[in-house]
């Protein structure tokens, strides 16, 4: 679980490849799959706030028998939603382990794991999950159909169709829907959760071709100087042209 969150794999559905990842994956794809289900599970299913409540004897989780399902209205809002499992702590588990220590130190070597790796509510409501980036929540919620409230049979009592859609941010592909009371939890996803903003550093420029190498060319200075006219020669040249015009 621990080495599963350190990677990020694109499944191939075959269980038993080996995972090429760095950090090293000690496993195969099954094993990854495990790890990554488990993950999706306790952080995308979710339930309407008090349909489920710790029994305080034997602390196991039970149905309450007073819990009214919410109106359509009501569940638009994400507060109105929890988390149906404990979440996955850095060791991988959902409850820390009993140190090794003298019994005497185990209440104070506990303490210090849960105050270096703490636990929260079991039902708290996804409003509380980390947002993702810039307050962007984790969960989207909107309502979808015809919202129009119906009467029944019943006196005073209405219905609404409409439906109820809400869906993970943070392990993109996880949706919950709900109607009339009912609701589930589906994910068609490629097992990748939407990690914050990293360091992604630019490619280089390509590397860019020789110049083409110019044909030589006669040296600006000639090896011999061109001969010099003497200044006498000149002006009887120019007198010469005078007298035949």
Same mark, same amino acid.
């Given at each position: 679980?621990?080495?599963?969150?350190?990677?990020?794999?694109?499944?191939?559905?075959?269980?038993? %490849?080996?995972?090429?990842?760095?950090?090293?994956?000690?496993? #195969?794809?099954?094993?990854?799959?495990? %790890?990554?289900?488990?993950?999706?599970?306790?952080?995308?299913?979710?339930?309407?706030?008090?349909?489920?409540?710790?029994?305080?004897?034997?602390?196991?989780? #039970?149905?309450?028998?007073?819990?009214?399902?919410?109106?359509?209205?009501?569940?638009?809002?994400?507060?109105?939603?929890?988390?149906?499992?404990?979440?996955?702590?850095?060791?991988?588990?959902?409850?820390?382990?009993?140190?090794?220590?003298?019994?005497?130190?185990?209440?104070?070597?506990?303490?210090?794991?849960?105050?270096?790796?703490?636990?929260?509510?079991?039902?708290?409501?996804?409003?509380?999950?980390?947002?993702? +980036?810039?307050?962007?929540?984790?969960?989207?919620?909107? +309502?979808?159909?015809?919202?129009?409230?119906?009467?029944?049979?019943?006196?005073? +009592?209405?219905?609404?169709?409409?439906?109820? +859609?809400?869906?993970?941010?943070?392990?993109?592909?996880?949706?919950?829907?709900?109607?009339?009371?009912?609701?589930?939890?589906?994910?068609?996803?490629?097992?990748?959760?939407?990690?914050?903003?990293?360091?992604?550093?630019?490619?280089?420029?390509?590397?860019?071709?020789?110049?083409?190498?110019?044909?030589?060319?006669?040296?600006?200075?000639?090896?011999?100087?061109?001969?010099?006219?003497?200044?006498?020669?000149?002006?009887?040249?120019?007198?010469?042209?005078?007298?035949?015009?």
């Amino acid at each position: 679980m621990t080495q599963a969150r350190q990677i990020k794999h694109i499944f191939t559905g075959d269980l038993n %490849a080996t995972i090429d990842s760095n950090p090293p994956f000690a496993g #195969k794809e099954r094993h990854l799959l495990r %790890a990554t289900l488990a993950r999706i599970f306790c952080a995308t299913s979710i339930i309407p706030k008090g349909l489920f409540t710790i029994d305080e004897d034997t602390n196991e989780m #039970k149905f309450d028998e007073e819990f009214k399902v919410p109106d359509t209205e009501t569940l638009r809002d994400p507060k109105s939603w929890g988390n149906l499992h404990q979440i996955i702590l850095k060791n991988g588990r959902t409850t820390h382990l009993a140190p090794d220590v003298p019994e005497e130190e185990q209440e104070a070597a506990l303490a210090d794991l849960e105050a270096s790796d703490p636990t929260v509510e079991r039902f708290r409501d996804i409003s509380e999950h980390t947002p993702i +980036v810039d307050e962007l929540p984790s969960w989207t919620s909107k +309502v979808c159909g015809d919202t129009q409230l119906y009467n029944t049979k019943e006196d005073g +009592v209405t219905v609404s169709y409409a439906v109820n +859609v809400l869906k993970s941010l943070r392990w993109p592909g996880s949706t919950t829907v709900a109607k009339n009371g009912k609701f589930t939890t589906i994910y068609v996803g490629y097992g990748l959760k939407r990690g914050d903003p990293s360091y992604n550093p630019i490619e280089p420029p390509s590397v860019q071709k020789d110049p083409e190498e110019e044909v030589e060319k006669p040296e600006p200075n000639p090896l011999q100087e061109p001969p010099i006219k003497d200044e006498v020669d000149t002006d009887a040249e120019k007198e010469g042209e005078g007298e035949d015009e």
